[in-house]
C-alpha cells in the first residue's frame, strides 16, 4: 500500500514563507499530485495540482502568484508546495494527494496523506 506523507508545516507570520513536502512512498508515481486544504469549520478546498509526467501545474486562484508546486523524481520521489506571501486565511492542514487525472475536486484523488498543519499569525 503506497503511502504518501506531508511535512513542513508550522507557525509563520503573514508575509512569510513555508514549503510543504510531500513524500510518496511508491516506486514510480503516475497522474496528478493535488495538494488541498482545509481550515476549521470549513470544507476541503483545492490549492493546486501538478501533472506528473509533463509538469502541467494549475493553481487556486486564491493562491495563484504565491504558491508554487514541483515534483522531483529522484530517488524518494517527492512533491513540494512552496508558499510565498502567506496570509492569515492560509491558515488551514494541508494535505497532498494522488488522483488518476487532472482535477480541482478532492472527491477524484483516491491517495491521501495525513495532513500538515499551516498557521499564518497577523
Known amino acids: 500500500q503506497v503511502q504518501l506523507v506531508e511535512s513542513g508545516g508550522g507557525l509563520v507570520q503573514a508575509g512569510g514563507s513555508l514549503r510543504l513536502s510531500c513524500a510518496y512512498s511508491g516506486l514510480t508515481f503516475s497522474g496528478i499530485m493535488g495538494w488541498f486544504r482545509q481550515a476549521p469549520g470549513k470544507e476541503r478546498e483545492f490549492v493546486a495540482f501538478i501533472v506528473w509526467n509533463g509538469g502541467t501545474t494549475y493553481y487556486a486562484e486564491s493562491v495563484k502568484g504565491r504558491f508554487t508546486i514541483t515534483r522531483d523524481n529522484g530517488a524518494q520521489i517527492m512533491g513540494y508546495l512552496q508558499m510565498n506571501s502567506l496570509k492569515p486565511e492560509d491558515t488551514a492542514v494541508y494535505y497532498c494527494?494522488?488522483?488518476?487525472?487532472?482535477?480541482?475536486?478532492?472527491?477524484?484523488?483516491?491517495?491521501w496523506g495525513q495532513g500538515t498543519q499551516v498557521t499564518v499569525s497577523s
Open positions: 494527494a494522488r488522483g488518476p487525472f487532472q482535477s480541482t475536486s478532492s472527491n477524484t484523488y483516491n491517495i
